[in-house]
């Protein structure tokens, strides 16, 4: 037995706490080097903190059928949403305006938030007509909020549709670009959030479209006046 014990090798209690040292500070840069979710603290929830009622706009049963935003089930590839929401509003001259807002809490290459002019397109819809615009009504601490407006067709009917895709405080509608954003934020360890914002009205052709711009925008200013400071943390960056 003796024999066997003087064949292994002595490890002195210096080479000890040196090994354990190397496995901690290597289990700290992993930890470091992998990418963690920037906090959102208390996120509200959508449904109960966006009003059914504001500005001069309140909230009406919808005949229409919006283009859906999630299966219900957790965030996943086809489904990367925490919270969703779609509602209709109606102003005192009887336009109708429908909301969606779909937020999730890591965005990450393979679970973001999806862009509308894909998700039209895989629901029937053509896309006429495809635009970007600074949407100067609505102000960001982190620079000017980038949006898309968007015509769209289909034998149901079209829409014209207003929204924004905020990626931690990037706002983006280039797929390349989004991706970029999130490789260089998972590089500098963080997973960001994002949300869709989507507005849009019912048309019967693209010529409606120009008297619906004003009207949409009208709509998301009243929208980002009057939700609660913790949810407009969420729409705006």
Request: aromatic share 6%; hydrophobic share 40%; charged share 20%.
């Amino acid at each position: 037995m003796n024999t066997i014990a003087n064949c292994l090798p002595r490890i002195s209690v210096r080479a000890s706490l040196a090994y354990a040292i190397v496995c901690v500070l290597a289990a700290v840069s992993a930890w470091a080097l992998t990418p963690h979710p920037v906090a959102v603290l208390n996120a509200p929830r959508l449904s109960d903190s966006v009003p059914r009622r504001f500005g001069d706009w309140a909230e009406l049963p919808s005949p229409f059928a919006q283009v859906s935003l999630s299966t219900g089930d957790a965030p996943n590839i086809d489904q990367p949403y925490d919270q969703t929401l779609m509602r209709t509003y109606v102003n005192k001259d009887g336009q109708v305006v429908m909301l969606a807002l779909a937020w999730g809490a890591k965005q990450r290459q393979e679970v973001k938030v999806h862009r509308p002019d894909l998700c039209y397109v895989a629901q029937g819809h053509q896309i006429k007509k495809l635009t970007t615009v600074h949407l100067n009504y609505v102000h960001s601490p982190n620079g000017p909020v980038i949006g898309k407006r968007m015509i769209t067709g289909s034998p149901r009917g079209g829409e014209a549709v207003t929204y924004w895709i905020r990626i931690g405080t990037t706002y983006s509608g280039d797929a390349l670009e989004t991706r970029m954003h999130i490789l260089r934020e998972g590089l500098a360890g963080r997973i960001p959030d994002g949300i869709l914002v989507r507005a849009s009205m019912a048309i019967r052709d693209v010529s409606d479209a120009e008297g619906s711009w004003p009207i949409l925008d009208e709509f998301l200013q009243d929208l980002d006046k009057n939700v609660p400071a913790a949810t407009r943390a969420l729409l705006v960056k």
